[in-house]
């Protein structure tokens, strides 16, 4: 096997890995901000003991706190998308996720839009209203849209800061410090909770595969590939994510997506590949 197959093999192993981790809401009876406690717990150390082998960890900063917090309400609207609803409605919410950063960069980078980004704003747009099935804000489809769409707007936020952090900080250590933040902002908030819910061993186990392989190994294994691979096509591959997601949910707990499903997802993925020419 050629270097660039095998890389092309590790970015497509690390992204069926970030898809097998929605999967993990379903299996943990668990709020979503303990899930992502300790999701962030385990990556941390595991990034922290990569880090003290190959040196000493960059000391943190203020903005990495700040991505760490952004990290942690991300992943918390993540789990709590899938819980609500589906692991299929969860991970489309979140692939609405090119879309804001266009509007994040308009907004704070004052860019110009070009044809295929207007395209893939309506793209997303259409997507979104296909999947809905009523608007009623009981409906479990519109919930957990609702929190998988918070989920792509706080993780294109971080997508945004973690550009202007690349220049002067390592990946290793952008990766570091923001799980060893976002574990510390959700202890705090699982700590305030007046009705904590404690983990079975069962859930122990499920954490740490789901903070070593579906964390700290998909995010080193996405880095590495970029040896030599573009941008480009990373993010291409990145944007099969719920194809992924909803093809392991549905062989391993059962989840039949619905036709509303299929086609707005199929608008939405198309959206986010689109949004990948602007790398090209």
């Given at each position: 096997m050629s270097p660039r197959a095998t890389d092309l093999a590790l970015v497509h192993a690390a992204v069926l890995l970030f898809g097998f981790a929605g999967l993990f809401g379903k299996w943990l009876a668990l709020p979503a901000a303990v899930i992502v406690l300790g999701r962030t717990v385990v990556a941390a150390a595991a990034l922290a003991a990569i880090a003290l082998a190959r040196g000493r960890p960059a000391a943190p900063t203020w903005r990495l706190a700040v991505n760490g917090l952004v990290l942690a309400v991300h992943w918390t609207c993540f789990f709590e998308a899938i819980a609500v609803s589906s692991v299929a409605v969860g991970l489309l919410g979140f692939a609405t996720f090119p879309l804001?950063?266009?509007?994040?960069?308009?907004?704070?980078?004052?860019?110009?839009?070009?044809?295929?980004?207007?395209?893939?704003?309506?793209?997303?747009?259409?997507?979104?209203?296909?999947?809905?099935?009523?608007?009623?804000?009981?409906?479990?489809?519109?919930?957990?849209?609702?929190?998988?769409?918070?989920?792509?707007?706080?993780?294109?936020?971080?997508?945004?800061?973690?550009?202007?952090?690349?220049?002067?900080?390592?990946?290793?250590?952008?990766?570091?410090?923001?799980?060893?933040?976002?574990?510390?902002?959700?202890?705090?908030?699982?700590?305030?909770?007046?009705?904590?819910?404690?983990?079975?061993?069962?859930?122990?186990?499920?954490?740490?595969?789901?903070?070593?392989?579906?964390?700290?190994?998909?995010?080193?294994?996405?880095?590495?590939?970029?040896?030599?691979?573009s941008a480009h096509t990373a993010s291409v591959v990145a944007a099969l994510e719920p194809v992924y997601g909803i093809a392991l949910a549905l062989a391993l707990l059962g989840e039949v997506p619905t036709g509303r499903t299929l086609a707005g997802g199929a608008l939405i993925v198309l959206a986010a590949v689109l949004a990948t020419r602007r790398a090209a």
């Open positions: 804001f950063v266009l509007l994040l960069e308009r907004w704070l980078l004052a860019r110009r839009w070009t044809g295929v980004e207007a395209a893939t704003a309506a793209l997303v747009s259409a997507g979104l209203v296909v999947l809905v099935p009523s608007f009623d804000p009981w409906d479990a489809t519109l919930r957990g849209l609702a929190w998988g769409v918070l989920s792509g707007l706080t993780f294109a936020l971080l997508a945004v800061r973690s550009r202007a952090l690349a220049a002067t900080h390592a990946p290793l250590d952008v990766a570091l410090w923001q799980n060893a933040f976002a574990a510390l902002a959700l202890l705090a908030a699982v700590a305030l909770d007046p009705a904590p819910v404690a983990p079975t061993w069962r859930d122990a186990v499920l954490i740490v595969v789901l903070g070593l392989a579906c964390t700290a190994l998909a995010h080193t294994m996405f880095i590495a590939s970029l040896r030599r691979l």
